[in-house]
């Protein structure tokens, strides 16, 4: 679910605010359209909310990830 380019679309959304989806386009330098669908799968699992008017929200300041991958 999280693909390099939907990371780039939570960096940049971290503190933010409500963004339209068009302004999120601009900050990562992508196509509305691809952005588009990459907000509606972070937006589908929870990771992003909508506001009542419509805007796009990652409801957090800060974020501390921390995994580790093994070999299969």
Do not use: N, Q, Y
Not at 14 to 32: F, K, N
Not at 47 to 64: E, N
């Amino acid at each position: 679910m999280l693909t390099p380019k939907r990371w780039d679309i939570l960096k940049v959304m971290t503190g933010a605010g409500p963004l339209s989806i068009r302004e999120v386009a601009r900050r990562v330098e992508r196509d509305v359209k691809a952005v588009h669908g990459d907000i509606h799968a972070l937006l589908g699992c929870g990771i992003l909310t909508k506001t009542d008017d419509g805007l796009i929200l990652f409801p957090f300041d800060k974020v501390h990830v921390d995994f580790m991958l093994d070999a299969a």
